[in-house]
């Protein structure tokens, strides 16, 4: 077989990629339930190159640093999950939650 060289941005590569995991994609559930199928190409192959090109993207790609605990946090890039103590009900103000006994806890 013969080989090539090409030249590609780590950008271009990384979207190559993922076109061509799209299409196998395609190719392997997809296109098999269409009326009229023929099957054609050899998925295994494309997987294997596939996974040559994402081992390429991975060690190019430029690794992220995990954040440390504690730097870089600002009240303001906080989550707002619930409400400010201001907005909270004052105490003694909330509706009481029903409970119901369990049918076993009954008294006959």
């Known amino acids: 077989m013969k080989s ?8 271009e590569l990384r979207l190559l990629t993922t076109l ?3 299409q196998l994609f395609r190719k392997e ?5 269409m009326p009229g199928y023929k099957p054609n ?3 295994s192959l494309g997987k294997s190159l596939v996974g040559r090109l994402r081992l390429l993207v991975d060690q190019s790609s430029p690794k992220k640093k995990a954040p440390t605990r504690g730097t870089g946090w ?3 890039h906080a989550s707002n999950n619930g409400p400010t103590p201001s907005e909270k009900a004052p105490r ?9 006994r369990r049918p076993s806890q009954e008294k006959v």
């Open 41 to 43: 190409g050899d998925v």
């Open 92 to 100: 003694g103000t909330e509706e009481p939650t029903a409970r119901r």
């Open 29 to 33: 559930f997809i296109d098999p339930k």
């Open 4 to 11: 090539m060289n090409l030249k590609l941005t780590l950008e």
């Open 20 to 22: 061509a995991t799209d």
């Open 74 to 76: 600002r009240p303001e």
